[in-house]
């Protein structure tokens, strides 16, 4: 009796939560009870006439009561959890991503897994490209050691933004298509062949854009109004004439371009 006594003891919390449920349940036996019965009516009237065995149906839910009793705790505990997600749920927004989620679970659990064993063998991928990046060094010139030394310490900012660059990896996996298309269409080909990146004309773009930023700064400084006597004046001036020349001789060349 002694020994049963202390188990009863060490149960103390569970039988006390049992009896509240139990208790809570019988003060509520008479709504539960009106609601089955309800249900349990609603059923019968949906359902064809002599298609319900009774008996059969009683047997089966004095059969589950017991389980039923026995869960109660747990879905006491459970419920207010419930209620947080279904009211998650009710925000149109998460539903739709959620569908989205589930309607694309093989891929995300493939990603995931995938991920998951990258970063798990993440070390071991670091410490090889190390050792090959010492033997590579060892073999290299003298001269092009500073390069792999400069490789060697860039490792662990790589290795620091992989998470970074696993996130960016849907946006590329969109974007390079796209890239792709532009690369081999012919617009692009003529881009490349119509001289417009050579070096000169990349050098005279340069410079007129340095011209343009330094005019516009000291324009900012010491704004000046320039009537036509004053730009007759401005003629005069060996580098403005310079650049008037230099657009007279391009007005000249493009318009024999353009009437070709």
């Known amino acids: 009796k002694a020994e049963a006594l202390d188990q009863i003891m060490d149960k103390m919390e569970l039988i006390a939560l049992t009896l509240e449920s139990a208790d809570g349940f019988l003060k509520r036996s008479d ?3 009106e609601n089955v019965a309800g249900s349990v009516q609603d059923v019968r009237n949906m359902a064809p006439a002599g298609n319900i065995d009774v008996e059969k149906t009683v047997s089966v839910m004095t059969e589950s009561l017991p389980v039923l009793l026995d869960a109660l705790p747990r879905l006491t505990h459970s419920l207010p959890r419930l209620l947080a997600l279904a009211e998650k749920l009710d925000d149109p927004a998460k539903a739709e991503a959620l569908d989205q989620i589930i309607d694309k ?3 995300v659990a493939l990603t995931l897994e995938s991920a998951d064993g990258f970063l798990k ?3 071991t991928v670091i410490e090889n490209i190390a050792d090959s990046v010492n033997d590579v060094r060892k073999l290299a010139p003298a ?3 500073n390069l792999l030394g400069t490789v060697a310490q860039t490792l662990p900012q790589l290795a620091a933004s992989l998470p970074q660059l696993v996130a960016l990896l849907p946006s590329m996996t969109r974007v390079v298509p796209q890239l792709q298309a532009v690369l081999d269409s012919d617009e692009f080909d003529a881009l490349m062949t119509s001289g417009v ?4 004309t990349v050098g005279i773009v340069s410079e007129a854009g340095n011209a343009l930023v ?3 700064e000291t324009n900012q400084v010491q704004p000046q109004s320039i009537g036509f006597f004053g730009l007759l004046r401005a003629m005069q001036d060996p580098d403005v004439q310079r650049a008037l020349g230099f657009f ?3 007005s000249k060349r493009f318009g024999q371009a353009i009437n070709k």
Do not use: A
């Open 248 to 250: 007279m001789e391009f």
């Open 197 to 200: 990146f050579s070096p000169k």
């Open 121 to 123: 063998r993440s070390d």
């Open 143 to 145: 001269d092009e050691l």
């Open 105 to 107: 679970m093989e891929l």
């Open 31 to 33: 709504t539960v009870i």
């Open 214 to 216: 330094n005019s516009y």
